[in-house]
């Protein structure tokens, strides 16, 4: 064989294996002999083989999730609270050469950083301010993740599991303000009630022809059942007549 022709080979071979291709929304750490050297950009892109390789970092929005965890609350209620982190690599130098595993590391300071807000409040105030407490975490977890060069986008807690009794407990506490706020909206349909039939008897007694309106008014609606008999115990004479016009 011509050893041009196999020097001309292994060269193509050496040149097409040190080729790498860097996605869009990935950026390539290349080291010479373990020392960091440079970022490359999105692109076709050519190292030493041998020599130089790459550590690929995704620069997308990328999502944790916290593992349930155990938390006792400040007036002493048990409960199980998970959630979820989105993050952001800024810095893809300082997230590989600062921090061994970026991943761990902010899955680890989360559910730190959850137990130790969840535990400081009271239950209601987590049922009822949860983007709150998100916030809380998200600002103790980013205080750490920004010399990695890492942004935590957000951090929101999904789900929180309460004890079977605490469960049956605050059921029957909503069920009873229910019930109060039922008896007080009737309450206040029979004052208004009460105040407009007064005022109704109140206006009747001006015109005694308005009683006897009333009175008739009351036997059609008896009547219109056709099921029963009426009995008059005295006679409408002794009704209270209207007085005559001047």
């Not at 009794?165 to 309450?187: F, G, K, T, V």
């Given at each position: 064989m011509n050893p041009l022709f196999f020097s001309g080979i292994l060269l193509l071979l050496f040149l097409l294996a040190g080729i790498r291709v860097v996605y869009e929304y990935k950026r390539a750490l290349k080291f010479r002999f373990g020392k960091y050297v440079s970022t490359?950009?999105?692109?076709?892109?050519?190292?030493?083989?041998?020599?130089?390789?790459?550590?690929?970092?995704?620069?997308?929005?990328?999502?944790?999730?916290?593992?349930?965890?155990?938390?006792?609350?400040?007036?002493?209620?048990?409960?199980?609270?998970?959630?979820?982190?989105?993050?952001?690599?800024?810095?893809?130098?300082?997230?590989?050469?600062?921090?061994?595993?970026y991943h761990f590391a902010i899955t680890q300071l989360s559910q730190a950083a959850l137990r130790d807000v969840c535990g400081k409040v009271e239950l209601d105030t987590i049922l009822s301010k949860r983007e709150e407490m998100g916030k809380n975490i998200k600002s103790i977890v980013?205080?750490?993740?920004?010399?990695w060069g890492i942004e935590i986008m957000d951090v929101k807690i999904k789900d929180i599991q309460l004890p079977e009794?605490?469960?049956?407990?605050?059921?029957?506490?909503?069920?009873?303000?229910?019930?109060?706020?039922?008896?007080?909206?009737?309450?206040e349909a029979e004052e208004q009630a009460a105040a407009k039939l007064l005022e109704a008897g109140l206006q009747i007694d001006k015109s005694p022809s308005a009683i006897?309106?009333?009175?008739?008014?009351?036997?059609?609606?008896?009547?219109?059942?056709?099921?029963s008999t009426i009995l008059f115990p005295f006679p409408e004479e002794v009704l209270p007549k209207p007085p005559a016009n001047k």
């Open positions: 490359l950009q999105p692109g076709l892109r050519w190292i030493i083989p041998g020599v130089e390789t790459i550590q690929k970092v995704d620069i997308r929005v990328i999502t944790i999730n916290i593992v349930s965890q155990e938390v006792m609350t400040e007036d002493n209620v048990p409960c199980s609270i998970d959630g979820v982190v989105f993050f952001k690599i800024k810095d893809p130098e300082k997230a590989v050469l600062e921090v061994e595993e980013e205080q750490e993740t920004h010399q009794n605490m469960r049956r407990m605050m059921a029957n506490q909503a069920e009873a303000e229910r019930s109060r706020r039922a008896r007080i909206i009737l309450a006897k309106l009333r009175l008739y008014q009351t036997l059609s609606n008896i009547a219109a059942e056709k099921n």
